[in-house]
């Protein structure tokens, strides 16, 4: 960790904080994650599911992992860095995005998504915070929650932030795969597009009642294992017909 100079704290999260930092042999800025758990082997921090991820991508909208450091029991992931994340970008602004502007982010997240899912993993927490953009180019990071689709269930219940969780996931399955992805990234491009959040749930139940105001209610024909989902946690799906957003 020598040859880095640490700047500003970029963010904080339930698995890691993120700085700002200078690597002061070559003078390249790179974003550096230093995690709140400790490590003690070697072989505990290659088999992190975010490790077993990165070091599988090379695609040019998936963030770059540039090292991994263990130091005194501590990891620190070293990226590239990139300006700000497109909820950021949204936050700037007083009114939509540019529509060649939307599309080019909806379109690079998922040429990113596509290459992850085609390289067995899917993310399961989508959301504009962890999509990094600069100049016009967009990376999906933070692959902390990333599993493999081929790994067997159970997974676990809470994953993504509320607002871009596929219905399944609210429901509290544990039998889940990459559609949770597809689902978030569908709220993300409607929130591009209209500039709020298309989900802005208060808390689980509300989640549902907002999706279905949306999208309508499914039927038990069309989603039978969501009525069972719903029927052990004592739930009733509100009633609503799809509702046009334009």
């Known amino acids: 960790m020598e040859k880095y100079k640490v700047g500003k704290v970029l963010g904080d999260g339930t698995f890691g904080s993120v700085v700002k930092a200078v690597n002061t042999q070559t003078g390249h ?3 550096i994650k230093r995690m709140k758990s400790k490590y003690t082997k070697w072989e505990d921090c290659v088999n992190l599911q975010e490790i077993r991820a990165l070091v599988r991508f090379h695609h040019p909208n998936i963030v770059n992992l540039y090292e991994l450091i263990k130091l005194n029991n501590e990891l620190y992931f070293v990226f590239e860095f990139l300006d700000q994340n497109v909820y950021q970008l949204m936050k700037g602004m007083d009114k939509p995005l540019p529509e060649v502007q939307i599309r080019n982010i909806i379109f690079q ?4 998504l596509a290459y992850m899912h085609r390289h067995g993993y899917f993310h399961r927490d989508l959301k504009p915070e962890n999509l990094l953009e600069s100049n016009g180019i967009v990376k999906i990071a933070d692959f902390g929650l ?3 689709i081929r790994a067997k269930p159970p997974f676990t219940e809470y994953v993504s932030t509320r607002w871009y969780r596929a ?5 509290r399955s544990t039998n889940y795969n990459s559609p949770v992805d597809i689902f978030a990234m569908g709220a993300i491009m409607a929130e591009l597009y209209c500039h709020w959040p298309l989900f802005p749930g208060s808390s689980e139940r509300d989640q549902l009642t907002k ?3 949306v999208m309508g209610t499914p039927t038990k024909e069309e989603w039978p294992d969501g009525y069972k989902l719903a029927g052990n946690l004592g739930l009733q799906f509100p009633k609503f017909d799809a509702r046009n957003l334009a």
């Not at 997240?109 to 990113?112: A, E, N, R, V």
């Open 167 to 171: 219905p399944e996931v609210i429901l």
């Open 146 to 148: 990333a599993r493999e």
């Open 109 to 112: 997240t998922l040429q990113g």
């Open 211 to 213: 999706i279905c105001q």
């Open 29 to 31: 800025v790179v974003a």
